[in-house]
């Protein structure tokens, strides 16, 4: 497994952006997939975005919800991930939780055996 550790969440206004980090060691960092998932108050945890590589191109998935506002990235040489999180709003109040695997279904959590313990957002309206 690998160990993960979550930074940069907070409070912000609706229209803000925050860019949380996912420092990841324990297993070579490229070798496989890691994504986001949010859980809000009550509901259930749910994907956000995945990155994942095959061969020498790098996959990114977003759920519908934030796409064209939040960006995942990787910085290998840190061995940390990244999501970019622009025009924030209300309903994206969550934890955010990140997660590395190496299943072949990147929106899923069964995906992901290793789990961070989450960074909490906050988008006041």
């Known amino acids: 497994q690998v160990q993960l550790v979550e930074s940069g969440g907070g409070l912000v206004q609706a229209g803000g952006s925050l860019r949380l980090s996912c420092a990841a060691s324990?297993?070579?960092?490229?070798?496989?997939?890691m994504a986001w998932f949010r859980q809000a108050p009550g509901k259930e945890r749910e994907f956000v975005a995945a990155s994942r590589r095959s061969g020498a191109i790098n996959y990114k998935y977003y759920a519908d919800s934030v796409s064209g506002r939040f960006t995942i990235s990787r910085d290998h040489a840190k061995n940390t991930m990244y999501l970019e999180m622009n025009s924030l709003k209300p309903e994206d109040t969550a934890v955010y939780y990140c997660?590395?695997?190496?299943?072949?279904?990147?929106?899923?959590?069964?995906?992901?055996?290793?789990w961070g313990q989450g960074t909490q957002v906050t988008v006041s309206s």
């Open positions: 997660a590395a695997g190496s299943g072949n279904l990147p929106k899923s959590q069964i995906s992901y055996d290793s």
């Open positions: 324990g297993r070579t960092f490229s070798s496989y997939a």
